[in-house]
């Protein structure tokens, strides 16, 4: 797995800070509150009740310490570390009310990230025999790109363009506004970044032959099948760099990776994966 780089601190001391702005609303936390002035320290622990693969263990840290300061939040585990049901993954010593009003946040946070890395290292696995790789999508839910991204990376997958602003992509309403492919690429060509390539979106293996005369190095097979991505490999005389996509599940996935695609991109990874089930107990 490539080098997996920490989230910058001015992307995600925002993201925290309006999580818990949502959670504590205009007065706080009224449960917990009780607790506020009170000197009683604790010690909580989280820990996985589903074997998986942790990711935002910073994320968990960033909101207790933004609660608090003085917490002291011990990981027990790294991001990217598969584990089994039942590990600790973390501590957390303090005060009282810092640790509970800061439970559920934490939580949120490396249940859903925890739960896409999880998903994503299935699948990686489930291809591992294959040379294809597992991209990441735009799909994302809206403020947390980075951060899902991020844990695709932690399971093993990689990411596909991070905004609009990353690389050319012309996909089907491209093409039809513009009127074929030929007019789409020759309308974007000049915005294309300097030492990057322009991608094409097919979903016709007639498509893919007219990509292949206008030398399109990245090309996009959208739904098709085994069958169909074949016959596009045949065709494939300028060993364009393949990408299938388009539905695919873990029913789906051996089969579009043992055509010989190069990248496989699943959105559901990213807007779909189901959290990681964690808890924290007081102990």
Request: charged fraction near 20%.
């Amino acid at each position: 797995m490539s080098k997996i780089m920490n989230i910058p601190n001015h992307i995600l001391s925002p993201l925290i800070e309006k999580a818990l702005n949502e959670d504590f609303g205009s007065f706080g936390d009224l449960t917990s509150i009780s607790f506020q002035d009170s000197d009683k320290e604790l010690t909580a622990s989280i820990s996985s009740n589903q074997d998986g693969v942790i990711s935002g263990l910073l994320c968990a840290k960033m909101v207790f310490n933004k609660i608090d300061n003085t917490l002291n939040f011990m990981p027990q585990v790294k991001d990217a570390d598969f584990v089994k049901s039942g590990t600790e993954i973390a501590k957390i010593q303090g005060n009282a009310y810092s640790i509970l009003a800061g439970e559920r946040t934490a939580l949120n946070f490396l249940g859903h990230l925890s739960g896409i890395s999880s998903e994503t290292y299935k699948l990686v696995q489930m291809i591992s025999d294959t040379k294809a790789l597992i991209l990441s999508t735009r799909k994302t839910t809206p403020g947390l790109r980075v951060l899902e991204k991020y844990a695709v990376k932690c399971g093993g997958g990689q990411n596909h363009r991070f905004g609009l602003d990353y690389g050319i992509l012309i996909k089907d309403n491209h093409i039809k506004a513009a009127g074929s492919i030929s007019k789409a690429v020759e309308l974007t060509h000049n915005n294309k970044p300097y030492l990057s390539e322009i991608e094409v979106e097919v979903d016709t293996v007639e498509q893919f032959k007219e990509c292949q005369e206008l030398g399109i190095k990245y090309i996009l097979l959208d739904n098709m099948t085994p069958e169909q991505i074949k016959e596009c490999i045949k065709y494939n005389k300028n060993n364009s760099v393949l990408e299938a996509s388009g539905g695919i599940t873990s029913n789906t996935i051996q089969g579009i990776a043992r055509t010989g695609v190069n990248y496989i991109s699943i959105g559901r990874l990213t807007h779909s994966s189901p959290a990681l089930d964690l808890s924290l107990h007081i102990l």
